[in-house]
């Protein structure tokens, strides 16, 4: 359960990274380590690929659940 909501929170983060890259052309995580193509840049964009995978489970979790509340 608290990985879940790590993983979500992450998510959430990139999310709106991504959408000052789409909005503004600013890259918050590039910025705030010094580019992209930086070390901790790179851990960072990682580490949210894997939360937003992680992320995927509580789509198929959550359908388990109603089809178990349906029965």
Not at 39 to 66: K, N, P
Request: proline residues 0%; glycine residues 8%.
């Amino acid at each position: 359960m608290i990985m879940d909501r790590i993983a979500l929170i992450i998510t959430i983060i990139g999310a709106l990274n991504w959408g000052s890259i789409g909005l503004f052309s600013f890259d918050i995580v590039a910025w705030i380590c010094g580019g992209q193509d930086a070390l901790f840049s790179r851990i960072i964009y990682t580490v949210v690929a894997l939360a937003g995978i992680w992320c995927i489970s509580l789509v198929f979790r959550a359908r388990e659940s109603i089809e178990q509340m349906d029965r």
